[in-house]
């Protein structure tokens, strides 16, 4: 197991247009999380999986964005009607529990024009 | 509303010597603590942690410091290497007792940069 795997690496997309990002964590760990960091900034929490279950959602969270888990596995998180603002770094970490620390993918930059 | 800070965005210090990273909190719900350190283009990866319950800990040449009172912590790298030169992100979160939320907060990140 490499680690956790963030597809695109990179996406620009055009304002209203929707994007669907995909996590795959490490196999072992249940706990899923999907951050958002812009520049200067340090990580935002957005939402928390555990197995397939959405336990926890970020008020940046909003109706236009959702996230799925099923079968408690990979996971995907979409934008709808994509704005600038939502232009950033969206990262996907997982863990077998908060004391392990948690593992982070490398990321998908997204840029909105 | 910051609840974790880090007020310095850049550090620079010799190799060898000591490298001394601060973060501030504010929420007295945090009840354990994690610091990252990240490379331009890579997601943040975990250096060390340390719960509420202890004022240091210890993992080879990173050593974490608590004091719950201040609301501080700090990171200490000895002796400092130019591998260590990255951003490093205080994170916290309320959730270690298992009666808070599981997500951290992070701070906004400081650049260490080692000398040679």
């Known amino acids: 197991d490499t680690g956790v795997s963030q597809d695109p690496r990179h996406k620009i997309t055009k304002r209203g247009q929707n994007v669907t990002f995909r996590c795959d964590p490490i196999s072992e760990h249940n706990r899923l999380y999907w951050y958002r960091q812009t520049l200067g900034q340090g990580p935002e929490f957005l939402t928390y999986f555990q197995n397939e279950a959405q336990l926890e959602k970020s008020r940046l969270l909003s109706d236009r964005f959702s996230a799925e888990r099923p079968k408690g596995s990979f996971s995907t998180l979409e934008i709808q009607r994509t704005e600038q603002g939502d232009s950033a770094m969206y990262l996907c970490?997982?863990?077998?529990?908060?004391?392990?620390?948690?593992?982070f993918g490398s990321g998908t930059r997204l840029t909105v024009v | 509303d910051q609840q974790v800070k880090q007020n310095s965005p850049s550090l620079s210090v010799q190799e060898g010597r000591i490298s001394i990273l601060n973060c501030d909190y504010t929420?007295?719900?945090?009840?354990?603590f994690l610091w990252y350190k990240k490379y331009p283009a890579e997601g943040p990866t975990f250096l060390i942690s340390i719960s509420s319950i202890k004022d240091k800990n210890e993992d080879g040449r990173f050593t974490v410091f608590l004091n719950k009172s201040a609301k501080h912590l700090s990171l200490h790298i000895v002796p400092s290497q130019p591998g260590d030169s990255a951003v490093y992100f205080c994170?916290?979160?309320?959730?270690?007792?298992?009666?808070?939320?599981?997500?951290?907060?992070f701070g906004k990140g400081t650049h260490l940069i080692i000398q040679p």
């Open positions: 929420n007295s719900m945090f009840d354990y």
């Open positions: 994170a916290a979160s309320a959730g270690y007792s298992g009666g808070g939320a599981d997500g951290l907060t």
């Open positions: 970490a997982s863990s077998r529990s908060l004391g392990d620390g948690y593992t």
